[in-house]
């Protein structure tokens, strides 16, 4: 495979698949190589025990991506991927291999209290939950086989979110960073999003669209778009510290499962 001139890693949702991302690599231009994390106890991981912290997750990432040619990167999250993929840019940084780009969606900043108890709920309410959110296909909130499959992995990564404490020590990140929310998402403070600036020596800006806390997965194209003019410095970027005003290839597994490509 030829050496790509800069590389997208994107990385889901609790319970999300590294599949969520596929249709993404039709937007890439050329060049660009989009890849995706899958964490294990989903997809071709479903054998695999569910990760015991999101630390954890993004030391197995770095040191994946550690491995591949050294070219620029940028890193996207949504919820519980904007947590990974901030613990991953550290990692990245203090080996000497710093993204160039930290892109976060639909997730308080690191340090902000998460609360949350979802993931000690029953079976019923917790599933009822994420049906409401926009977390689970319509198509598939029914069948109670596929439900409890799903369900031990979901709370899981759902209490890995709602626990979660950012690793002490080390410095902000020296890449530029940049967030995104939907103003309807309950799980996300409009109001509170530029907290995120703490975490950027380089820069932090931010933009919001209408929607729920599942909008950037049902409909990326705004958000895909952006992260590209983004990349390409044709962003016009709303000042640090608060949001503004208002074709796929084959699936190549990485070298231990924790990586997908399609670019």
Known sequence: MECPADRLVCFPHSGGTAAAYRAWAAAMPPGTQLMAVQYPGLADRLTEAPAI???????????????LEPVPCALFGHSLGALVAYETAKILQDDGLPARWLFVSGAPAPWQPRGGLAHRAGDEELWSRLCELGGIAPEVAEDREFRDLLLPVLRCYIGLNETYRPSPGGEPLRCRVRGYYNTEDPLVDGAAFGAWAGVAM??????????????????????????????????????????????????????KGVVARWR
Request: avoid cysteine.
């Open 53 to 67: 912290s999101i630390a954890a997750m993004a030391a197995a990432v770095a040191e994946e991506l550690a491995r």
């Open 202 to 255: 380089g820069g932090f800006s931010a933009r919001s669209w209408p929607g729920g806390h599942f909008q950037v997965l049902a409909d990326p194209s705004e958000v895909i778009a952006d992260i590209l003019a983004t990349l390409a410095g044709r962003t016009a970027e709303s000042p640090s510290g608060g949001p503004p005003d208002s074709s796929p290839g084959e699936s190549v597994t990485g070298a």
